[in-house]
T-cell receptor, first 112, second 122 residues
Framework: QKEVEQDPGPLSVPEGAIVSLNCTYSNSAFQYFMWYRQYSRKGPELLMYTYSSGNKEDGRFTAQVDKSSKYISLFIRDSQPSDSATYLCAMNGKAAGNKLTFGGGTRVLVKP | GAVVSQHPSRVICKSGTSVKIECRSLDFQATTMFWYRQFPKQSLMLMATSNEGSKATYEQGVEKDKFLINHASLTLSTLTVTSAHPEDSSFYIC??????????????????FGPGTRLTVL
């Protein structure tokens, strides 16, 4: 079993819809929870990060972490075609060696 | 900002040759750099952690004699794929972490990724 599980998709939504992404994990030592966006043939770009449990909002993006369920989510409101990319969740923590552990990534396609 | 560059962005080589990939932090000093590889439609897999002035720490299953890492300065790390074979064809991505422990440590915002290098071995 992988430490971080993420549905590979693809997830296809119409423009303007809400995109809902999630990851589950098994290592309770993770403290930081991140979402990266990766366009084809490019490096990952950090979108948001959350420390421990809770919600965080940044513009059209909302990240949620539920440590009791070991479940994290990213919501993208008013999705745009430019949001079409692969979204990777990642986690780390001191007790986990401060190394980023990535999920497999979910490919998202926002259709105009 | 915090910009990380990689060179080359794409390289094609013959089987048996060696290829060097450079990772540079352009506007900050990076005590630690990380090297990842990514196969098509798969996630990033950490290969090694590179600390300036010391030997790299390799992840389990990564051959240190095949993937040579040198972190000679606070702004440059290199990955050399020696005697490359077609199965080494992949997307190699580096990331750099800012030197100040208070600013980075486990803090994700302190780690920045390069644009990646696509290696194709014929």
């Amino acid at each position: 079993q992988k430490e971080v599980e993420q549905d590979p998709g693809p997830l296809s939504v119409p423009e303007g819809a809400i995109v809902s992404l999630n990851c589950t994990y098994s290592n309770s030592a993770f403290q930081y929870f991140m979402w990266y966006r990766q366009y084809s043939r490019k490096g990952p770009e950090l979108l948001m990060y959350t420390y421990s449990s809770g919600n965080k909002e940044d513009g059209r993006f909302t990240a949620q972490v539920d440590k009791s369920s070991k479940y994290i989510s990213l919501f993208i409101r008013d999705s745009q075609p430019s949001d079409s990319a692969t979204y990777l969740c990642a986690m780390n923590g001191k007790a986990a060696g401060n190394k980023l552990t990535f999920g497999g990534g979910t490919r998202v396609l926002v259709k105009p | 900002g915090a910009v990380v560059s990689q060179h080359p962005s794409r390289v094609i080589c013959k089987s048996g040759t060696s290829v060097k990939i450079e990772c540079r932090s352009l506007d900050f000093q990076a005590t630690t750099m990380f090297w990842y590889r990514q196969f098509p439609k798969q996630s990033l897999m950490l290969m090694a952690t590179s600390n300036e002035g010391s030997k790299a720490t390799y992840e389990q299953g990564v051959e240190k004699d095949k993937f040579l890492i040198n972190h000679a300065s606070l702004t440059l790390s290199t990955l050399t794929v020696t005697s490359a074979h077609p199965e080494d064809s992949s997307f190699y991505i580096c990331s750099a972490r800012k030197s100040a422990p208070r600013q980075s440590g486990g803090h994700p915002a302190g780690q920045f990724f390069g644009p990646g290098t696509r290696l194709t071995v014929l």
